[in-house]
């Protein structure tokens, strides 16, 4: 079955940095878009940033400048690294792929970013 498993998350001061991982399993990578959203207590899930097989990336508004999302096929591992974190960051990270009908989430990662 499809496997999309994170990794990375955890505990970082204001101004820190994470890198955000997720090995994919049994989908043709390549060809996938690959997502990172992110969902904080009490809100609705919200995107972070896509990147299609393409490479053309997209970042919602509150990451640009701060959030770098990239892939490698050939580990089949989408990335996304977060630098000058702030509280308001603090969520759990999903990550997503997505191909015509096919839509896969992985478990999920939690960030907190608190001094």
């Known amino acids: 079955q499809v496997q999309l498993v994170e990794s990375g998350g955890g505990l970082v001061q204001p101004g820190g940095s994470l890198r955000l991982s997720c090995a994919t399993s049994?989908?043709?990578?390549?060809?996938?878009?690959m997502g990172w959203y992110r969902q904080a207590p009490g809100k609705q899930r919200e995107l972070v940033a896509t990147?299609?097989?393409?490479?053309?990336?997209n970042y919602a508004d509150s990451v640009k400048g701060r959030f770098t999302i990239s892939r490698d096929n050939a580990k089949s591992t989408v990335y996304l690294q977060m630098n000058s974190l702030k509280p308001e960051d603090t969520a759990v990270y999903y990550c997503n792929a997505r191909w015509d009908s096919s839509n896969y989430w992985g478990q999920g990662t939690q960030v907190t970013v608190s001094s």
């Open positions: 049994r989908i043709v990578f390549s060809i996938y878009t």
């Open positions: 990147i299609p097989s393409g490479g053309n990336t």
